[in-house]
């Protein structure tokens, strides 16, 4: 469920695992003591100094009008921000796709396997990066950090148009990984810092489906692009250069627009600034703080569930990017034309669109994320069979290919889902870090790795690419109901705490909740799944 309760102790400095023990419950009154708690001034010293003086002592109540309306503030300084950032990313790394059968890969001279690394190589820049980004990311001001980042990412995708060979194209992609290599780790702090635990599902799946999105407008643009017969540069290469330009020019007003955290945002009150913290007090994973501390690294890697969101991205992902870079060869291979095979990429991002806008009604009307995951696994196996079964003999047979390529999307939903829960299960901002970063670290392998199952000579039908998907597919299964056995066992023992008259583990007040504690440290803390 959403927010169920269930006690693990784990104080400030014993972990949860130790109510197991005979003497667990004793041992827990004991290290939960008054001791903890010796005044305000000793608490606001474990909280960062910025976030501190926009901190209240205790929690109190914001009303539901006051609640909407600092939601609508955040979600037009930053949702928007998300949003129209994901859309630009989605579309710069689509570019490669769409210019696949638009002659890049004769103008510049790609055989064999080459085409697949200038996918498999931005991720393996990524998969390098990964964890400095993260720490990078937790220390600066994250909307300067992103500005900068974006108007280099749109000077690369620019250059792309100047490559004449493999190797130029292999240069400017893996710089491009680089520096988008900080987008997505960046939203996902950002969800948690500016918003609810209850809205930061709707919020992530909001900019990730900005996926579908960019199908839709992708594919559209890349036909018009395509109609460019002459002129001083091919039709790929002004998709490249003026998709550049875009980026570039949307950078400098994200330095503008975006405010780094509520604590530094001049576009609101300073009455404004302190209720947008004291409205996240509920999630108790933290705002901001910039202290390194070695134990949250330990327990990052030794938490299990740190490696069952990684192992979703792993699942996940290693079939997206595959099916992503591959798409339009794909589609075409059934027979479809030029104009086509853009048309029917576009109905694809409207098929995401309604798989990640649908998982997400569902989350909200039963507080189910992980049997909500499972669901959709399901038609992903059906479009992959039939995909590795079905004949191409008739138009009628190809067109239900083409459906059936759509429908094993459908666990993009899992993806998305994953990504909100890795926000709202973490504590601890170096926890949190490092989680980030492992998750995104495992995100980029399976990126890397997806387009080089797709072998060339294996095509058209590409039966060890799908096979090696349907094996993704069983992991992920397994990695589901894992986790929900796990957040639940846990949530259980915490409720036995709180049952047991242990005060922290039942604090409506949630006095600690800014201390930076990790998930494992604060009996008080429940599970999402």
Not at 97 to 119: A, N, P
Not at 194 to 215: C, I, P
Not at 356 to 377: E, P
Request: proline share 3%; charged share 20%.
């Amino acid at each position: 469920m959403s927010e169920h309760d269930e006690p693990n102790v784990a104080s400030p400095h014993r972990d949860i695992q130790q109510v197991d023990d005979k003497h667990g419950l004793e041992e827990v009154e004991r290290t939960f003591s008054p001791d903890l708690d010796k005044g305000n001034q000793q608490r606001y010293d474990k909280v960062d100094k910025e976030l501190a003086k926009y901190v209240a002592d205790e929690a109190f109540e914001i009303s539901e009008e006051e609640n909407s309306r600092l939601r609508r503030l955040i979600d037009k300084r930053v949702l928007a921000i998300m949003i129209t950032t994901y859309f630009i990313q989605a579309i710069d790394k689509g570019t490669l796709s769409f210019s696949s059968i638009m002659g890049i890969r004769e103008d510049t001279g790609l055989h064999g396997q080459q085409y697949s690394w200038l996918t498999t190589c931005i991720y393996i820049t990524i998969l390098i990066v990964e964890y400095p980004q993260n720490y990078i990311i937790a220390r600066v001001p994250i909307a300067k950090y992103l500005s900068f980042m974006i108007i280099a990412w749109g000077v690369v995708l620019a250059c792309t148009a100047l490559c004449k060979n493999f190797t130029g194209l292999v240069v400017v992609r893996t710089l491009l990984g680089l520096f988008e290599s900080a987008c997505q780790p960046a939203f996902v702090i950002l969800s948690s810092i500016w918003y609810k635990r209850e809205e930061q599902a709707s919020r992530v799946t909001y900019w990730y489906m900005m996926n579908g999105a960019q199908q839709i407008v992708g594919g559209l643009l890349a036909y018009c692009f395509s109609l460019i017969k002459t002129g001083p540069l091919k039709s790929w290469q002004w998709l490249f250069l003026s998709y550049g330009i875009v980026s570039v020019l949307y950078g400098l007003f994200v330095g503008w627009w975006m405010p780094d955290s509520p604590m530094r945002a001049k576009c609101f009150s300073e009455e404004d600034k302190r209720l947008m913290v004291e409205r996240v007090r509920s999630n108790q994973t933290g705002v901001q703080n910039r202290k390194f501390k070695k134990e949250q690294v330990y327990e990052a890697l030794k938490d299990p569930q740190v490696w069952g969101y990684a192992l979703v991205q792993l699942c996940t992902t290693l079939p997206t990017s595959g099916l992503g870079s591959f798409q339009g060869i794909i589609i075409s291979s059934f027979g479809f034309s030029l104009l086509e095979t853009q048309l029917l990429a576009m109905v694809l991002g409207f098929y995401i669109i309604m798989v990640l806008l649908g998982s997400v009604w569902i989350v909200k009307k039963t507080n189910q994320n992980l049997l909500t995951m499972l669901g959709f696994c399901i038609p992903s196996f059906i479009g992959t069979i039939c995909l590795m079964t079905v004949p191409t003999d008739s138009k009628t047979q190809k067109i239900g290919l083409v459906i059936c390529y759509y429908i094993t999307l459908s666990f993009w939903s899992a993806q998305t889902l994953a990504l909100s829960m890795l926000s709202r299960n973490v504590g601890g901002q170096t926890k949190k870090s490092v989680a980030v970063a492992l998750n995104f670290i495992i995100w980029a392998t399976g990126n890397a790795i997806g387009p080089q199952v797709f072998l060339d000579t294996d095509k058209p039908r590409y039966f060890f690419a799908f096979s090696t998907h349907l094996g993704c597919y069983s992991l992920l299964v397994v990695v589901i109901v894992g986790l929900r056995f796990y957040l639940v066992h846990q949530n259980k023992k915490r409720d036995e705490l709180a049952a047991a008259g242990v005060q922290e583990a039942r604090d409506a007040k949630m006095v600690h909740a800014f201390e930076d504690l990790t998930d494992k440290e604060n009996p008080n803390f429940r599970y999402v799944y």
